[in-house]
């Protein structure tokens, strides 16, 4: 069983940085691969970026790249999207998630969610 606790959402304005962090617990939790998914009110849910845990390699949806950035502290099991440039359209519940797959399965299935935090950006 892996548990994840998402922090650090919060209502900012157009421009604005903000990061995410995403603190994994459980057994083998440093071989998942990790990543954030996003769902805004109406819509489905959309998938931000992810991390492998051996390497960290890093994958971002289209809609954010060269925004936001995703990074993993493997002393802390922690996992974080440091986002820069917020739009009104990045407002938003973040999701973060744990596979113990690939990042292709963590898009597709995502075994393990975290509760999800919201972040609201204003124009």
């Known amino acids: 069983q892996v548990q994840l606790v998402e922090s650090g959402g919060g209502l900012v304005q157009a421009g604005d940085s903000l990061r995410l962090s995403c603190a994994a617990s459980?057994?083998?939790?440093?071989?998942?691969?990790m990543g954030w998914f996003r769902q805004a009110p109406g819509k489905e849910r959309e998938f931000v970026g992810g991390?492998?845990?051996?390497?960290?390699?890093?994958y971002l949806g289209d809609s954010v790249k060269g925004r936001f950035t995703i990074s993993r502290d493997n002393a802390k099991n922690t996992v974080y999207l440091q986002m820069t440039s917020l739009k009104p359209e990045d407002t938003a519940v973040y999701y973060c998630a744990a596979d113990p797959g690939s990042v292709d399965a963590l898009k597709n299935r995502g075994v393990y969610w975290g509760q999800g935090t919201q972040v609201t950006v204003s124009s």
């Open positions: 459980g057994r083998n939790v440093r071989s998942y691969a």
């Open positions: 991390i492998t845990w051996n390497i960290g390699r890093t």
